[in-house]
Nanobody
């Protein structure tokens, strides 16, 4: 059983930056694909960015490419999401999710474990 705890959300003006952290425990951290998935008000969950455990390849949703960077520190069992040039449309609850798969990283339904989420609000 993997436990995930997110932190780092908050309120920021458009153009600003935030760094989210996801601390994992209870599993073999480096054998899990871990991703950030968000849900905006009134919308479905959508994949944002993730790292496949098999080779560490990063995957990004097109709308965040060049602005967001996902990274992991296996020694600290932590995954980060550095978000720059934030836009109001990035406003959402951001969840950290983990799963044993190494393909289909962007498929939200493949993730077995979820954190409680952290709110990110970008004001215009």
């Amino acid at each position: 059983q993997v436990q995930l705890v997110e932190s780092g959300g908050g309120l920021v003006q458009a153009g600003g930056s935030l760094r989210l952290s996801c601390a994992a425990s209870g599993g073999t951290f480096n054998r899990y694909t871990i991703s950030w998935i968000r849900r905006a008000p009134g919308k479905e969950r959508e994949f944002v960015a993730g790292l496949s455990w098999i080779d560490g390849s990063p995957y990004y949703q097109n709308s965040v490419k060049g602005r967001f960077t996902v990274s992991r520190d296996n020694a600290k069992n932590t995954v980060y999401l550095q978000m720059n040039s934030l836009k109001p449309e990035d406003t959402a609850v951001y969840y950290c999710a983990a799963g044993p798969h190494w393909s289909g990283v962007s498929q939200v339904g493949k993730y077995d474990y979820w954190g409680q989420g952290t709110q990110v609000t970008v004001s215009s």
